[in-house]
């Protein structure tokens, strides 16, 4: 996983699948969710980041990754 913010946009990027295909696009409430021709999520972009998460996009960001 892969989070980017581009401060120039005002943009986020959360990758899932790097380098993965993308097959499809849906923008939902100014989120864009790219998935594979399988319908797997590749990345999440969100659109005006600063007006829906805190000053620093990563403060507010919690997630733990785990291996089975």
């Known amino acids: 996983m892969r ?3 581009d401060p120039t946009h005002d943009l986020m990027n959360i990758e899932f699948l790097s380098g993965a ?3 499809e696009s849906t923008e939902v409430d100014g989120i864009i969710f790219d998935y594979t021709k399988d319908h797997g999520i590749v990345s999440i972009e969100i659109l005006d980041a600063s007006k829906r998460v805190s000053h620093s996009p990563l ?3 919690d997630f733990a990754v ?3």
């Open 21 to 23: 295909e993308i097959a």
């Open 3 to 5: 989070i980017e913010y």
């Open 59 to 61: 403060d507010k960001i």
């Open 66 to 68: 785990t291996r089975g």
